[in-house]
């Protein structure tokens, strides 16, 4: 069981609503007061020291991302506990799983745009983190990758979306990111592609799909966006002026 010993309420608050969702089984106790007989972690706060068994490890949490001692409890407890890696399942709304050694600590399912502000948080304090992004989605995997300021690796993606049984649906890029970031792939510092013609002409599909008056953008900007210049929004915004 965990138990979380600190005087200090940002660490005390952050620590223990994130036990609860997580649904862990804690308790709590005031600093210098006996643990109790199961007690299997303890997390304090900045400065904070306790007395513990020697198999009874102790974490230390940060007023300012208290989540993150939370992380690395649970992955102490499973047995889990090493390098900070991140999967990326690219797409336009890619699957990002945070793993601290061989436990998933985190999993996100957010817009191309947000994804490398997601991975900069869950790195922020990361000792040698690593990221692993599938070879799939070229265009938009290019555009995140340019946007990550961490090592990554490119991995081959071929199977690493599982088969997804009843109330499984939506689960499948968040999975498929998991086993990414479980496999070894090629250190990259970016991937430059030049998009095919059945690309351009997706995105000229989509911009006609956006487009308010059923209209597709022409082919220098739907280039322009899939190489990560423009948006459809901007491409069709200049499309209307230009004409």
């Known amino acids: 069981m965990i138990v979380v010993a600190t005087a200090d309420f940002e660490v005390y608050h952050g620590v223990v609503t994130a036990l609860r969702d997580r649904s862990v089984e804690f308790t ?12 299997s972690l303890v997390i304090v706060g900045p400065g904070e020291s306790v007395e513990t ?27 889990g506990h090493g390098r900070t890696v991140v999967g990326i399942d690219p797409g336009e709304k890619p699957g990002i799983a945070v793993l601290t050694g061989e436990v998933v600590v985190a999993a996100f399912q957010v817009p191309a745009a947000e994804a490398a502000g997601v991975v900069a948080r869950e790195l922020e304090d990361a000792v040698d983190p690593l990221v692993r992004i599938g070879d799939g989605a070229r265009l938009v995997g ?28 939506g689960m499948g890029d968040v999975l498929a990111a998991v086993n990414i970031a479980r ?50 929004e901007e491409a069709l915004a200049e499309h209307r002026n230009a004409e």
């Open 142 to 169: 290019a555009r995140v990758i340019d946007d990550i300021d961490a090592p990554i690796e490119l991995v081959d993606e071929t199977g690493t979306t599982p088969y997804l049984g009843t109330g499984a649906r």
């Open 53 to 79: 068994p020697p198999d009874v490890p102790i974490v230390t949490g940060d007023p300012e991302t208290p989540r993150r001692a939370v992380e690395e409890a649970l992955a102490r407890l499973r047995g």
């Open 183 to 232: 496999m070894e792939g090629e250190p990259i510092d970016s991937r430059d592609v030049k998009p095919t013609a059945g690309e351009i002409q997706r995105i000229k599909d989509r911009s006609r799909e956006a487009s308010e008056t059923n209209r597709a953008i022409d082919e220098e900007l739907a280039r322009r966006v899939a190489v990560g210049d423009l948006s459809i």
């Open 28 to 39: 709590t106790v005031e600093p210098g007061e006996q643990l109790p007989d199961r007690t």
